[in-house]
């Protein structure tokens, strides 16, 4: 299991944010979707950030997941992964991932959704 001990100055990020109606929502679903997946759970830490709660409103609003990988992390998995989440989604939201200062848009279904987030953000050097 991966610890934030474990985590040194190799260790990359990846953001995920997700736009539209019932983005907290969509939010909470992929996180708990990679914290099941043995194989992302393994060699990242994933949370969800927060902005502080706007004047006059309670609570946090959500506005990614944040996911610190260590050097074994397999970006090829998490693409995986994500393909899988949403494409059991009724409704496509806009979700975008960044690693790096590289991002890659989804908006709607798409069969090659893996392999863009994978050359998209898994030849990134970490």
């Known amino acids: 299991m991966c610890t934030?001990?474990?985590?040194g100055e190799a260790a990359t990020m990846i953001n995920i944010s997700v736009s539209g109606d019932g983005a907290a929502d969509e939010l909470r679903s992929l996180l708990q979707w990679l914290r099941?997946?043995?194989d992302i759970r393994h060699d990242a830490l994933i949370s969800?950030?927060?902005d502080l709660p706007e004047p006059g409103k309670m609570g946090a609003s959500f506005e990614a997941i944040k996911m610190v990988l260590d050097e074994g992390f397999q970006v090829?998995?998490?693409a995986l992964a994500f393909a899988s989440w949403y494409s059991t989604r009724r409704n496509h939201r806009t979700v975008t991932i960044?690693?790096?200062g590289i991002k890659v848009t989804i908006?709607?279904?798409d069969p090659e959704m893996a392999a863009k987030i994978y050359s998209a953000?898994?030849?990134v050097e970490s």
Do not use: H, T, V, W
């Open 121 to 123: 953000i898994g030849k």
């Open 4 to 7: 934030a001990r474990d985590m």
């Open 48 to 50: 969800l950030s927060s």
């Open 36 to 38: 099941d997946d043995p």
């Open 98 to 100: 960044e690693r790096d």
């Open 107 to 109: 908006d709607g279904a």
């Open 76 to 78: 090829g998995n998490f």
